[in-house]
């Protein structure tokens, strides 16, 4: 906020009439206040952290420390915090699927949050560790990833997988440090980066189509079909190893099938009104809001229908539907064939695997597998992985997080005072909504419409697609007008048969000049576009003379009642036409010859 917009408030709100001096010492006295508060925070960290220690047994708070030089104070560079109850919670009760993700930070602490976020049983994020570092490169993420590999005591990286987005350097951190760990890349970025060359809806489709096929035969004959369209598009796609971002590539020990970053997307988005904080309120705001969305989920499970999460069983729905249409060929053992058309996949449920690898992936079985349990006479619930019950997503929220005491309560710690980070400008400009690729959609508003949809029409040629300002047919041009377009015909009359006032189409009568009325009454009709018809006057809503007298000699200078109202009037006699007689716009459209046309 300026001075200017200081001033404008206390104006609109309080009534109060300052000067742009005192808004501005008003502001300097603010920032003063509110830049004390920050460096008093630095001083507070150590102790902040000894109470999570204390109160929350199990955690993980890790600090570390920077100094400019040998014999420079001591200032705040990094901290790491996972809370026992979380940390226990997401081993006994979710599966071994983690999203990185990083995101800026917006008030007076420049730098970052880096964070952990795993998959519930019903499919929605489950945070994990979070920490503040001051830049988003290799060493950070190193530090990050060897303490949350510590914390959740992976000794063997090959039994996870880790979703990430492009980051810089974290593709080497995570081969280093999970070293056997799968590694997955957010398709949705991967599209982002490609449509930049290769954008349209046909190929998005198609690079979707090839993002979840789950199968080498699908992805190729995805592939095929992006050939035809565009050769290069299909060479550019080929450059990023199908491995990192495409199902038919994914290991099934997980029963994880996601191809994109989301879960770890909606962490941030949580953060957005906590970034613009300080250090310790900042980390507070999300351990309460942890701490509130167990109690939230405890509540939430016990209104659960059936055994296993409303989004587990929409998706099982979903796909007992798509089942419905396919032929079952039961072999007598264990052997089912699942056939439509051309298509044909094979079935076991003991193994609870199909040849197209959807049940094998996500474990929850896809159309194919639903048809063999339905013919064996059982319930497709019944075969549905235990990952995703009510009994394990219960145990994942009944540890709850305890609460703490406040700052006046806090143990006090001998260490040496602690200097907030030397401030440093961060790349780009510092914005409060994250900046949407040009393939995203925008957010739906709730007091503005979009244009979405809407066809742009052209005022002067009737033609769609483009304006006024860029089309391409101009009157002076003699260009051949698009399909719709009406010319103005040479009496006056323009589009939609409304007569124009003077200009080119007419000649506007003189002030002073009067014309012979025709005696009679008026005959209504319609005047056809672009012309005018002969006989007595032909346009809708033109009312009958009110006995106005001429204002001057017309011809042999007769008097007398004329005729006066909107539209156009024709003089049979002597092929005059009058725009509106008697009105303040008369106008003389086209004159007859002889003594009344002069």
Known sequence: ????????????DKKLNVSISMATRALKIMQDKTQTAFKDQFKKVRNYAEE???????????????????????????????????????????????????CFLKGHLKGEILSAVGRDGNNQMYPIAWAVVEIENTSSWTWFLELLRDDLEITYPAEWTIISDQQKGLCNVISRVLPEAE??????????????????????????????????????????????????????????????????????????????????????????????KPLIPMLEGIRVAMMKRIAKKRKYVRRWPGAFGPLIMKKLNKNIIAGQGWHVDYNGDD?????????????????????CRRWDLCGIPYAHAICAILDKGDEPESYVHSCYSKDLYEKTYSYTLPPINGELLWPRTQHEEMH???????????????????????????????????????????????NRKSCKISSDS?????????????????????????????????????????????????????????????????????????????????????????????????????LEPGQRGETLLSGGGGEEAA
């Not at 089912?336 to 609870?352: C, D, M, P």
């Not at 009406?486 to 006032?501: A, D, F, L, Y």
């Open 478 to 578: 003699g260009t051949e007008p698009n399909e719709g377009h009406t010319m103005p015909s040479e009496s006056g009359i323009g589009q939609r048969g409304r007569p124009k006032r003077g200009g080119r189409g007419g000649l506007k009568r003189k002030r002073g000049e009067t014309h012979t009325q025709e005696r009679g009454s008026l005959e209504t009709g319609t005047v056809q576009e672009g012309s005018v018809q002969s006989g007595s006057a032909q346009r809708v809503g033109v009312e009958k003379g009110k006995g106005q007298r001429g204002r001057g000699k017309r011809g042999g200078g007769n008097r007398g009642k004329g005729e006066r109202g909107f539209g156009v009037f024709f003089y049979e006699s002597t092929g005059m036409a009058i």
């Open 183 to 276: 590694h997955r890349n957010c398709a949705r970025h991967i599209h982002a980066n490609w449509a930049k060359k290769h954008s349209g809806m046909v190929l998005k489709k198609l690079f979707w189509q090839c993002a979840k096929s789950t199968s080498e035969g699908q992805l190729q004959s995805a592939l095929d079909e992006l050939d035809k369209l565009d050769t290069q598009a299909g060479a550019d796609l080929r450059r990023h190893p199908f491995k990192l971002w495409c199902k038919a590539y994914f290991r099934t020990e997980v029963k994880c099938d996601a191809v994109d970053n989301n879960l770890s997307e909606a962490f941030n988005s949580t953060l957005v009104h906590l970034r613009v």
């Open 335 to 355: 052997g089912y064939e699942i056939k439509k058309g051309r298509f044909q996949y094979k079935v076991s449920l003991n193994t609870r695997s199909c040849a």
């Open 52 to 102: 999570i220690l204390k109160a929350i047994p199990g955690s993980t708070v890790k600090i570390k420390t920077d100094r400019v030089v040998p014999d420079a104070p001591m200032v705040f560079q990094r901290m790491y915090m996972c809370l026992g109850p979380v940390k226990r919670a997401f081993l006994e009760g979710c599966r071994k699927v983690i999203g990185l993700d990083g």
């Open 1 to 12: 906020m300026g001075a200017a917009e200081l001033k404008k408030m206390l104006k609109d």
């Open 420 to 466: 907030p980070p030397i401030p440093k400008k961060m790349t780009g400009r510092p914005k409060k909504k994250r900046v949407r690729e040009e393939t995203e959609g925008h957010p739906p508003s709730m007091t503005q419409l979009t244009r979405k949809g809407r066809i742009m029409k052209c005022s002067n040629c009737q033609g769609e697609g483009h």
